[in-house]
């Protein structure tokens, strides 16, 4: 009788014309979520490590220093390949880290 609503969203979100911002969303949403487990051995990365957008398959993370940007950049594949293994999908073809400003 009832259906599940997340059933009807990827249809709705090509029709709105909002596939790729939901997918943005997902993407960021998910690196959220694996920042403390890939920097476990720094101490709370997620205050300097965040998702900044995601566009044409590429992440751009925002960092807080200079040391945290190489940080990402040393860890690039490994967030590839765990983004990617989430998404379900080959998503994610690049990574850049930027200073947040």
Partial sequence: MFENFQKFLPGAATRFGIK???????????????????????????????????????LVINTHSPAWSQEVIMRKEQIIDEINTKAGKKIIANIRAELKR
């Avoid at 920042?35 to 965040?50: C, H, L, M």
Wanted: include cysteine; hydrophobic fraction near 30%; charge should be negative.
């Fill in 20 to 58: 790729k911002e939901i997918e943005a969303a997902e993407i960021c949403h998910i690196f959220k979520k694996l920042v403390p487990e890939i920097f476990s051995t720094k101490p709370e990365p997620e205050k300097y490590i965040e998702p900044g957008y995601y566009k044409n398959n590429v």
